[in-house]
């Protein structure tokens, strides 16, 4: 129960001060250990505190990304950054096993990286078991990583 300590100190950082950025918070566990509820609490919470803009995307919802062209992408990209203070990528799996969501997971994990906006990414596992793109590692790894039980 340690690790889920952990967890909900963490999101209290981010409802209390969504500017603090700790960017990309990437929240893994077992299936059934609640991280889809606690993320929609965060989103929840960060709307009604703060009136922040948030965008929730899980695998009901990969449609939106699946027929983006490559070279749409980044407008894409830039277009969510702009409408959205929190990005949080449920089931991240669904996008990275996709080769055309995995450009847009990408694109999105960067622009909200050097945008300065909180991205909260969901799995079941670290992501050296998801990710061979190296740089795209490197970058998730300066944010934090949440083992939830």
Sequence with gaps: ME????????ASVVIEDIEVVYNPIWIYGKS??????FVQDICFQVEKKWGKRVKYLSKE???????????????????????????VIDN???FINNKKCFAVFKELTEAFYYGKHQLI?????????????MDLLEMIHKGLLVDME
Excluded: Q, W
């Design 3 to 10: 690790k889920n300590r952990f967890a909900h100190a963490v």
């Design 32 to 37: 059934g250990v609640g991280k889809t509820e």
């Design 61 to 87: 919802n990969i449609s939106e990304l699946i027929n983006i062209s490559s070279n749409d992408c980044k407008d894409m990209s830039l277009d969510m950054l702009n409408k959205y203070d929190l990005l």
């Design 92 to 94: 991240a799996e669904s």
């Design 121 to 133: 990414v969901v799995a079941t596992r670290i992501p050296a078991d998801l990710i061979d793109d």
